[in-house]
Every structure is written in structure tokens, then in C-alpha cells.
């Protein structure tokens, strides 16, 4: 009964994919000859026709921030590269872009040391993406409990050592992996980091018009949102700086 | 000269004839700064006496009074001039008045004029001129005031000009009167130009300035050419020059007067007036690529030593740009070599001419050296330039180089000797973003996450079920095991005692045979069943291991041995066993009990 649930709902999600597959990939078809006749503002029209379907894949968002860069959009072109990071963290094509995109905008941040735990889960969040590690997570787990069972059955004592450690540490694994999963979870569901999508924005030391102005930032650079209000956000820069700007003045990744 | 300067004041007597006595007061200047040196004269045309000057207390008397006075017969009239010079400075700033002066001339008092001083605050250059102030009759800011004897003229040929364009600038001095000395004390400072002189010519010649005759000569000439927009001011040369002069002083040595005297060598310092350039910027439309500010009219020539070459042999690419303009401001060209060669920074040598105008021609040898054979390509190089008289930018093609590499003579040698050397890094040429991703993508809808999901819940609840059941069938796996053990157990006793029961019937029979094999089977049996050891395990030397296993006591297992070797002998030669076939029956019914007791 329950296995039969359950491939009811995978053949559901797959056949929710196909259906409607066949017309994203045209698009992104075409889209990509756009590209290579260097029609590049038709391209990020296609290509922006799927993500306004609420579609999205690494690639989709990959080439469309190289539609943008080769247009002449940084900005733009750095926010569909980090939304294409969020889905395939590991791509190194997309890394080595988002890096030659940052190094064109105006703001030079050097990033403040962190602590040693919060860099390596940073590390470790930005190796692969949510659904990877929670796939991990699930393996690390079957692993764990089969290494335990053997523990429980085997005659030797070899065995029974073997299972024991091993299934420990699987299940070591299982935990870490499900925090990280979790943590990327969170980050990506919130929407937490943004892009600065206007020329010049002034950073302000409080949600009000009237406050102190505390640094400028240019379009482009990459803001962590740590508070929001009604149409204020506080925002944290990579050297540790933290101010309020308005919210139309960034694009979520 | 001499007669002119006679004529000139034969001319003057003659006219203050005319008038009727007068006294003028005339200042140098009425606008000076405090301490600077002016001159005023006072002159009265005739006789007269007992000068008397108002206000002259506000102003310092640096020098005078020099008097001067003149009697002049013309026609049997006498006419005479008189005149009183003093070389004054304000004491400090504000609007003085100096003067009027009276003075007494047969008996009528006449009074001239008032002069009114205006003084403005001291600058740095007013105590520099200290050194001419006893005869700087002229004005040497002024430039050429009217009536002036010597004074330069700068002449630019244009005043407006594109940035990069030449212009000559011609510093000539005008004189009335004869130059002993001339000495330029400081030449123009011209920030943002590149200046270079040029040949004057040392020719006097005379000009005609407002209807006075002048001889003019050639001082300077310089070519500037601006560096960047917007006016350049050049500044004023100054020259001190010395001249001779008719002396103010009546000399009393009547040799003076004869040979010459009457005249004094008197330092002038002349200036000459700034000249404004307006510089205009090159146009922005249809500026060439390679453009890089050359401005002028050049021709362009560009040629290669040899076109086919072994590996490791150096070639010449000359280039030659030759015309008029800042040829000494030309860049070297940027030349895509082929990016395998070996290129050195170019020899430059130019030759620079400044007849009428600058210009010459400009050499770059460049050497390059093929390291490796092939065909490789020299694209036509460019010059441009932008030609200010037809306003428009001026690019010059030079044809295509096409090389033909040999292979070198020591290329392998030096391959195998040199193997380090000969290998080279990768050369980036430029930095690009990848290319787009063209695989199929597999799309999924923005808002779905995998963490979360039914299907993530489902993929972790799996194993765990899995375990759970895994744990469930082995423990009912035991129980069950556990069961068979307990019921043979249970058992032994049991049939042991059938077995017993059958052999007690045979030892009443007597049936030896018989019952020495249910005396067998029934330990046998009893031992198999309690200890749980399958038939095929049925040996001795296990038995024995289990029932040490079990803590059973050695006398006990020994006994169980023995009795079994008896029955097992007596089965196979039943004629030679001997012993008492009851207590053999009560030594296995004791055996039995015993290890019912001591099996735990």
C-alpha cells in the first residue's frame, strides 16, 4: 500500500515535468541560437519567458546571465549567475563567470574573516545544492541502519566491530547532512541574499529617509538580508557592514 | 637718429612757441603698487622759478629732482622749457592726489594740474624692477604705449589652434633708438606645450608703426605646439637691454659734448605683451582606432628585412613616418606580432627639422625573432593622424607582412640540451566568460525544494521502516529458534526414559544385543536432544567440547564416555563384553540424572 503511494506520486511529478517540458526546452532552444547569432536581447527575452513560467534550472538561469553579461548588464547578469550557484553549486563554468562578472562592478569588498564553523558550513552549503544533499542525507541514512543491522546479526566479532563503527558514523553523516541540507533549505527559501540592481545606492543607518548615510554601494554587489520591515530591508555587505536601504533598490536571488 | 632726435625737439620748441606758458604734471603712472617706482615730471614751457609741489610728503622720493631746461633760438626767437623729474613710490595703499604744483613765472603764479595716484597692494615683481627704476621712462607692462622708443612684439602665426597642432610664435624687438646691449631675462614659461626653437633671421629691417619709422630684428622664434584644450595664456618675455640715450643732464665737460657727450647709457627692461591661444579638442566623429594623437601631415612607410627566414633568425620591421608636425611626439605603433615571436621594444631615431615649421621623420626598427617554423601573417599595420588644415583624421595602410618560417638548423640540439627552456606557459590572451550551457535542462517549478518534501519524508522513513522490520523478523526468528531448542530439551529426558524402558525389556529377555543399543541410543539421543547438536556432529571429541562447554564435571563426562565405548563394543562383539548387564542399566539411568542436573 505505501510503496504503491509512493510510485503513484513520482510518476505524478514526472509526467507534471514532461508535460509541460517539451515547450520550456524549445524555447531554450531558440533561445540559445539567439545567443550564438549574438542576438543577445532575444535571448534573454526567451530565456526570461521560461523563469516567468516559475521554471528554473541551473542552465536556464546560467545562460541567461550570460545573455545579460554579454549585453552589458553586470548587474543582472551576477544575480541569474548566483541563482544558477544556488542550483548547482559545484558547476564550475558558473563559478568561473559569476567570478569574471564581480570583478566588473564598481564596489571592491574585501570579505571580513569569519569564524572557523561558520566559514566550513558556508563551505559546506555552497559545495552542492539542497536536493543533493538531501539525497545524502537519505543514503547516509540506509547506509547507517544496514551497517547497524549488520552489527545486530553477524556471528563474528569482526563483523559485528565493522558494523557497529560503521553504522555510527553513517549515521554521524546522516545528521550533519540533513543540518546542511536544512541550512541550505532555509537560505534558499527565504531568499536571503540579493543583488543591488540600481546605479548608486546610498546605505542608511536606520529604516528613514532623514538617518545618517553609512557607505554606498553600486549595482551588482551582493547584499545578505538581515532584517526586513514593510519596505525597508537591513542589509549586510561582505566586510561585516550592515545598514537599511529600500527594497525595490535590490533583486532577491 | 641724432637729427631726428634734434629735429623732434626743434619741432616741439617750436610748437610750445605757440602757446602760452604752461605747467603740466605728468605721472608715469597713475595706477602703481605700494613701493613701486613712477616717475613725475613736471614741465613748464618757459622761465620760471620757485617750484612748489602740494602733497608730495604722502609719496617716498626714491630719486630727483633731475632738472632739466632747454633754450632754443629759432628765427631769433628764444623759446626755453624747463622741467623737474622725480622718481617717487606710494607710502600705502588708498587714492592719493599729487600735486598741483605752482610756480612762479615773472611774477604770476601758475598752477598745473592735479594728478590723482591710485594705489593698490605691493606685488612680489614690483621690487624686481628696483634695478631699471632710475630710467624706466617706459611702461613695461603696457607693451608698446604710444610714443615708446624699444619694445618687443610676440607674433603667433595663429591663435587658435586643435590640441597637437604647431604654432610659431616670432619675438621681435622695435627700436627708435640704438641697442647696445640685449639680453632675454626671462623667457615665457608655457605650462602644457611642448616648445621647440626655431631659426631666426638675423636681418635688420625697418617698419613703420603708426607712422613712426622703427628697426625691427628677429629676437626668438618658437614653436609651440599645446598639449591639452582651453586657452593657454604665453606668457611675456622680458629682456633687459641697454641703450644709449640722450643724457637729461647738461654735462659740463665740454669733451663730452664734442664727442658725443650728452648721451648716457641708460638699462631698460622691456616686456612683451601675453598672448592667449585658444586650443581647441581634436573632433570625437570619425576618430580611428588607432589614433594616438598625432597631429600634423605625415606620409607612412613600413617594410620588413626579409620575408623568409629560418627558425631563430632575427627580421627588421622598419617603420617610417616622415612629415610635418610634432614628429617628436609620436608613439610608437601598436603591432599585433604574431604571438609566437619574440619582439623587442623598437629602436627609435628621429631627425627633426624646424625650417618653416617643425617636422622630420621618425624610425622604428623593431626586431623580432620566429621561434618556431611556420607561415605566420604581420596584419596591415595603420597610422593615423589628424590633419589640421583639412580638419579631418588621415589614416595609412602599409601592406600585409607574410612570413615564412624554416625550421631552425639547431632546433633539435637545442630541444634536447635545452628541454626546460623550450617549454613555454600557456599565454592568455584575453579573459571570456564560458560558454552557454546547450545540454537538455531539466526544469523544475521555482517554488519546489526537495528538502521538506512528502518525498524527502518518505526517502528517510523508508530505511527506518526497513530496520524496524528488520529488527522485528529476527526477534520472532529467536523466539521461534529458541521454542525448537526448549522442546527437544524438554524431550530428552522423555526419550530417554522410552529408551531406557525398551532396554529394561530386553535385559529381562536377556536380548544383550538389543539392549546394549538402546542403552546407546538412549544417551545418544539424550545428549543429541538436550545439547541441541545435530546428528552429523555426533562425535566424541564434540561432545565432549560442548559438555566442557557447559560446565558439566570431568567424572561425569568420562562415566558418559566409558559407558558409551562399553554399549558400542558390547554391540559389535557381544560374546566378549563383559560386566553385568543391570548395572550397566542403573549406571545409565544415574548417568542421566546426573546430567539432568549438572547440563545448567
Known amino acids: 500500500m505505501k510503496s504503491g503511494n509512493l510510485l503513484m506520486l513520482l510518476l505524478c511529478i514526472l509526467f507534471s515535468l514532461h508535460g509541460n517540458a517539451g515547450q520550456y526546452n524549445a524555447t531554450f532552444d531558440s533561445a540559445n541560437a539567439a545567443y550564438l547569432k549574438k542576438n543577445y536581447e532575444k535571448a534573454i527575452r526567451l530565456y526570461e519567458l521560461i523563469t516567468a513560467d516559475n521554471q528554473q534550472s541551473p542552465e536556464l538561469y546560467f545562460n541567461l546571465g550570460n545573455a545579460y553579461y554579454q549585453n552589458g548588464d553586470i548587474a543582472a547578469a551576477i544575480l541569474n549567475y548566483e541563482r544558477a550557484k544556488r542550483l548547482d553549486p559545484g558547476d564550475e563554468d558558473i563559478q568561473v563567470n559569476l567570478k569574471l562578472a564581480n570583478q566588473k562592478t564598481e564596489d571592491k569588498i574585501e570579505p571580513a574573516p569569519e569564524m572557523f564553523l561558520t566559514e566550513l558550513q558556508n563551505k559546506l552549503v555552497q559545495l552542492m545544492n539542497e536536493r543533493t544533499w538531501s539525497i545524502l542525507c537519505i543514503i547516509s541514512l540506509s547506509i547507517g541502519l544496514l551497517l547497524i543491522a549488520v552489527f545486530i546479526a553477524a556471528k563474528t566479532n569482526a563483523l559485528k566491530k565493522a558494523g557497529f563503527y560503521g553504522g555510527v558514523a553513517f549515521i554521524g553523516l546522516t545528521l550533519v547532512t540533513f543540518f546542511i541540507a536544512r541550512v541550505s533549505y532555509s537560505s534558499a527559501r527565504r531568499h536571503q541574499e540579493a543583488i543591488i540592481t540600481t546605479a548608486a545606492v546610498t546605505v542608511l543607518g536606520s529604516p528613514s529617509e532623514s538617518s545618517t548615510k553609512l557607505f554606498i554601494l553600486h549595482k551588482g554587489s551582493k547584499v545578505l538580508i538581515t532584517e526586513e520591515s514593510s519596505d525597508w530591508i537591513e542589509v549586510r555587505i561582505a566586510n561585516g557592514n550592515v545598514g537599511w536601504i529600500k527594497k525595490d533598490l535590490v533583486e532577491r536571488i | 637718429m641724432k637729427k631726428a632726435i634734434i629735429l623732434f625737439l626743434l619741432i616741439t620748441s617750436f610748437a610750445n612757441q605757440l602757446l602760452a606758458q604752461k605747467l603740466t604734471a605728468q605721472a608715469s603712472k597713475t595706477t602703481v603698487a605700494v613701493g613701486e617706482p613712477f616717475q613725475v615730471t613736471f614741465s613748464l614751457n618757459g622761465n620760471g622759478n620757485d617750484l612748489k609741489i602740494a602733497h608730495l610728503n604722502e609719496f617716498e622720493i626714491y630719486q630727483g629732482p633731475y632738472n632739466s631746461s632747454s633754450t632754443t633760438v629759432v628765427n631769433g626767437v628764444v623759446s626755453q622749457s624747463f622741467s623737474l623729474t622725480y622718481v617717487i613710490g606710494a607710502k600705502k595703499e588708498g587714492k592719493f592726489t599729487l600735486g598741483p604744483a605752482t610756480v612762479n613765472v615773472g611774477g604770476t603764479i601758475i598752477q598745473s594740474n592735479a594728478l590723482t595716484i591710485d594705489v593698490g597692494k605691493a606685488t612680489a615683481n614690483s621690487n624686481s624692477n628696483n634695478a631699471g627704476r632710475q630710467n624706466n621712462a617706459q611702461n613695461p607692462s603696457a607693451g608698446r604705449p604710444a610714443g615708446n622708443n624699444i619694445f618687443i612684439e610676440a607674433k603667433p602665426n595663429k ?64 614653436y609651440v605646439i599645446p598639449q591639452r584644450t582651453g586657452k593657454i595664456v604665453i606668457d611675456p618675455m622680458e629682456a633687459d637691454c641697454i641703450i644709449r640715450q640722450q643724457s637729461n643732464k647738461r654735462s659740463r665737460d665740454i669733451f663730452d659734448q664734442l664727442f658725443g657727450g650728452g648721451y648716457e647709457e641708460v638699462k631698460y627692461k622691456i616686456k612683451s605683451r601675453p598672448i592667449t591661444i585658444e586650443v581647441l579638442p581634436l573632433p570625437a566623429t570619425d576618430k580611428p582606432a588607432d589614433f594616438s594623437g598625432a597631429v600634423g601631415n605625415y606620409s607612412f612607410k613600413a617594410s620588413i628585412s626579409k620575408d623568409n627566414v629560418k627558425a631563430n633568425e632575427a627580421i627588421n620591421l622598419t617603420i617610417t613616418i616622415t612629415g610635418k608636425g610634432n614628429i617628436k611626439l609620436i608613439d610608437p605603433l601598436k603591432i599585433n606580432f604574431p604571438e609566437d615571436f619574440e619582439t623587442y621594444d623598437p629602436k627609435i631615431t628621429q631627425n627633426t627639422t624646424t625650417n618653416d615649421g617643425l617636422g622630420g621623420s621618425k624610425t622604428f626598427d623593431y626586431l623580432i625573432i620566429p621561434r618556431h617554423e611556420g607561415n605566420y601573417k604581420i596584419d596591415h599595420l595603420t597610422f593615423s593622424f589628424f590633419d589640421p588644415e583639412k580638419k579631418e583624421y588621415v589614416t595609412l595602410p602599409s601592406p600585409e607582412f607574410n612570413i615564412h618560417v624554416e625550421k631552425g638548423e639547431h632546433a633539435d640540439a637545442g630541444a634536447s640540451v635545452y628541454a626546460p627552456q623550450n617549454k613555454e606557459e600557456l599565454k592568455v590572451l584575453g579573459d571570456d566568460i564560458r560558454y552557454i550551457k546547450t545540454n537538455t535542462p531539466v526544469f523544475s517549478s521555482a517554488d519546489e525544494h526537495f528538502f521538506g518534501s512528502i518525498l524527502f519524508y518518505l526517502g528517510l522513513l523508508l530505511p527506518v521502516l526497513g530496520f524496524i522490520a528488520f529488527i522485528v523478523i529476527r526477534k520472532r526468528n529467536i523466539e521461534m529458534n529458541k521454542d525448537v531448542v526448549a522442546v527437544r530439551e524438554r524431550k530428552a529426558t522423555q526419550m530417554a526414559r522410552k529408551r531406557l524402558t525398551v532396554a529394561e525389556q530386553n535385559l529381562k529377555a536377556n536380548n544383550k544385543e538389543q539392549f546394549y543399543m538402546e542403552i546407546s541410543q538412549a544417551l545418544y539421543g539424550y545428549v543429541s536432544n538436550k545439547l541441541n547438536i545435530s546428528s552429523a556432529n555426533l562425535t566424541k571429541e564434540h561432545i565432549t567440547a560442548v559438555l566442557k562447554q557447559k560446565k558439566v564435571s570431568e567424572d561425569t563426562i568420562a562415566n558418559l564416555l566409558s559407558t558409551i565405548d562399553t554399549c558400542e563394543y558390547a554391540r559389535y562383539a557381544p560374546n566378549a563384553a563383559s560386566g553385568d548387564l543391570q548395572t550397566i542399566y542403573n549406571n545409565t539411568v544415574e548417568l542421566i540424572t546426573t546430567l539432568e542436573n549438572e547440563i545448567r
Open chain 2, 159 to 222: 591663435t587658435k589652434v586643435y590640441v597637437g597642432e604647431e604654432l610659431s610664435v616670432l619675438y621681435k624687438v622695435y627700436t627708435k633708438v640704438d641697442i647696445l646691449q640685449f639680453i632675454i631675462s626671462k623667457m615665457p614659461s608655457l605650462d602644457g606645450c611642448f616648445v621647440q626653437d626655431g631659426k631666426t633671421s638675423q636681418a635688420q629691417t625697418s617698419e613703420t608703426i603708426d607712422g613712426e619709422n622703427f628697426v625691427t630684428g628677429e629676437v626668438k622664434k618658437s
